[in-house]
């Protein structure tokens, strides 16, 4: 399943690895660009409510 995002990235939970759950989730989570002040940010989202699970932002 390649929804253009790596295994770091399925890391809901950030708790440091990502679970066969988490990869599992995947197919129910999007990802799309968000703006936070002037950085340009990716914002995983959930599709059944379109709620953010996360947001990552370059440092």
């Given at each position: 399943?390649?929804?253009g ?5 399925m890391d809901?939970?950030?708790d440091g690895?990502?679970s ?8 129910d989570?999007g990802?799309r660009?968000v703006?936070?002040?002037s ?13 953010p699970i ?6």
């Amino acid at each position: 399943m390649d929804k253009g995002y790596s295994w770091v990235d399925m890391d809901w939970n950030q708790d440091g690895s990502t679970s066969l759950f988490e990869f599992v989730s995947t197919g129910d989570v999007g990802v799309r660009q968000v703006k936070r002040g002037s950085r340009d940010c990716r914002e995983y989202f959930s599709y059944k409510d379109g709620l953010p699970i996360k947001t990552v932002c370059p440092d």
